[in-house]
Every structure is written in C-alpha cells, then in structure tokens.
C-alpha cells in the first residue's frame, strides 16, 4: 500500500546517512545532521507519489534506477530552485556600468549561468546586454546557461514565464523582448534572445566544460549548499574558466571569505581573476 494518504515513516538515522552520502557524493550536497527533518519532509512527498514504505525503499529506488532519474529528481527535492528576473540587482548593474563597457568592441563575448535554474538568470544577461547595445549585436554575447535539473532547464529553454514572474522586468524592457501569448497570461521571448543562450545539463561536482573560457560566471545561490572543502575546489575549478581579468559572481548571501582561492575581492559577491588591466575607467578587461 506505501504511504499514499498516511503519516510518513521516520527517517531512521542509517537511512539519513545513507542519503547524506550519496547527495554529497553525486552533487556535493551537505546535508549536514540537523537537517534531518528537512530531508524527511522533502523526500517524503516523493515516498508519497511513488508509494514507498520506508527512506531505505526510496534510497534503493534512487541507486537502481540506472536512467539517473531518479537521482536527479532526488536533487529537485533537496535544492531550491528559487530564482527570478534581474536578481540581486547589483550585479546587472556592475554588468551595465563596468563589464559591457569593457567588452563591447570585441566580436565575441562569453557569460555562464553556471546554476541558471529556470533561466530568469541568463534572460537577464541577454537583455542587459540587448540594452546596451541597443538592441544591436545580440549575436556577439554567447551564454552558456547550465544547472543540474533536467525539469528547471526544460522551462528555461521554453523561455515562456507567467505574469506573476515577470513583475522585476522593467515595462519598456518588458515590451522590447517578450510577447504576450493570446491568453494574455504567457510571456514568451523572442528568438532574438533566446538564440543568446545554450542551456546544457552541467553537474558542477563534476566535469567542467572542457576548453571553454569566459569573460563572468555567475554562480550565485548555490554555493550555500557546499560545505567548505566543495566550495574550494568549485571556485578553484571555476577560475580556471575564467580569462585574466574576468569576474565570479556569488550569490549576495554567500562569501568566499573563509576559503583559499585566487580571486581578487571587488564588492560584494564580485571577485575578479587578476592577471589582466583593468580600469574602472575605461573598464577594460
Ligand atoms: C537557488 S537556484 C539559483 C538560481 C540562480 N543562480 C539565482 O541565483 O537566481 C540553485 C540552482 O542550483 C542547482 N544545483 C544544485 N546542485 C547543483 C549542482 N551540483 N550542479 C549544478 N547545479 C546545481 C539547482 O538545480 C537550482 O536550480
């Protein structure tokens, strides 16, 4: 029968172990104890839909399923996918006023959205830099927008949001890039931004893209999920991606102040990998 319409079953401490381990190992997860009842409640609503008795039953549904799907709905329930247009509106800012300005003479330009959830991240960049640039040159900034959840990039590379997400955009803006679909409730980008952005599958405890470089990574709200030693490695990982002179954005809740990397301090949640001139001046890169 599984627990369809009962009371969950206690997550038992071997089987939180169990899951700690293989969420840290597979994604870095850090599940640390305490977050015993967060486990529990996340997890159970998938026991629920798949009729499981026990967290030991699901564990041996997740490690079985040789398709990767299950482990990867496991991760949509133990992250959030907490997003939204123009976030943390600094780092546009930064974008706008120091980074495009830097760029805008080159013929190739390449930002990764390295959680890009739902893609309201990377849409951002892409418009941000469209207005910079007048609507002209699109097809010089190249984004690369990667997350671990097959179901968020699957509405990301729909690129249709409804009213009630939309709201941080900017009217004129708004007008500029989106249609409104017939139902009036649908917002959808046109092509021109969407031929901006790759959105890819990308686990970032594993492999990173391989020979690609880039001007600014975004990876903001997801650091938190690392413990320190993961943060290290990520950061020291992501560096490597990035050109002399080129910017990491973190998340503005997150630092990477007890950790060795190294990036040189900016501003808050900016850092820049050194080697290169740059001037707030001209703002070259
Ligand atoms: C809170 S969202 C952040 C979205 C966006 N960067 C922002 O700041 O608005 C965190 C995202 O990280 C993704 N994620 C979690 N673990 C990951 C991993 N190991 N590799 C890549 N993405 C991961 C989740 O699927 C989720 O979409």
Redesign the pocket.
Known sequence: MGTIGGALPTLRANEFELIRLLAYEH???DLRSGKEGLVAARLGRRLRELGLRSYREYYDHVVSDSTGAAMTAM??CL??????FF??ARHFDFLRDTIFPALKTRPQIHIW??????G??PYSIAMSWLEESHGEFGTRLRIKA????TK?LERARRGEYSSDRIKEIPLPILQRYLVRDASGDTFAFKNAVRTMIEFQY????GRLPEGYRCSVI?????MI?FDKRTQQDLVQRLSAHLEDGGYLFI?HAESLNSIEHGLSYVSPAIYQKPGARHSGQNGRL
């Open positions: 994604f870095g997860l991760v949509d992250t959030t996918n907490h997003t939204s976030r943390e959205s390295a959680a890009c959830s739902s309201e991240e990667t997350d671990i959840s968020v990308l686990n970032l405890i975004f990876c903001r709200n997801i999920y998340g």
